[in-house]
């Protein structure tokens, strides 16, 4: 569980932090890049990371 919190927290900082650059740059494809990472932290690593730390403190 710990090992996936934080591979899809990477995965998702990533992909946002590039979605950013894209968009700085005005390369195409940024907003793709911005809303998945953006959308993925919300619905997949939050929740995730939530739990892992639920679990770990009781």
């Known amino acids: ?12 900082s990533s992909l946002t932090i590039l979605g950013l650059l894209f968009k700085i740059m005005h390369w195409p494809g940024a907003n793709v890049a911005l809303v998945l990472g953006m959308m993925g932290s919300a619905i997949i690593f939050i929740p995730l990371f ?9």
């Open 50 to 58: 939530t739990i892992y730390k639920f679990r770990k403190s009781s």
């Open 1 to 12: 569980m710990k090992g996936l919190a934080y591979f899809t927290g990477a995965l998702f």
